[in-house]
């Protein structure tokens, strides 16, 4: 897995918080609100390591299921290995 994410700064809408693309190479680049504090893009961006870790964008399920247990890994009250 890369350890190198690039992060870009765009202005998006405010209700966005920021996202990932997969270029041509498959190598993930987090792209941040500009519209957005810097600490929030902070969180944003930890987020979405945390989605690139888990290589969320190869899974098979649906992303708001995904969405919902990056979120709330507490509420998983199933027990998953490592
Ligand atoms: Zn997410």
Redesign the pocket.
């Known amino acids: 897995m890369t350890t190198d994410v690039r992060t870009v700064l765009q202005n998006l809408p405010v209700e966005i918080r920021g996202f990932t693309v997969l270029d041509e190479n498959g190598d993930p680049t987090v792209v941040l609100n500009a519209n957005h504090r810097r600490e929030t893009n902070i969180e944003t961006y930890l ?2 390591l945390e ?1 690139i870790k888990r290589n969320d964008f190869h899974r098979p399920e649906m992303a708001d299921e995904i ?1 919902a247990e ?2 709330f890994p507490a509420s998983n009250i199933k027990e998953r290995s490592i």
Request: charged residues 35%; hydrophobic residues 15%; glycine residues 0%.
């Open positions: 987020h979405e989605h969405e990056a979120h």
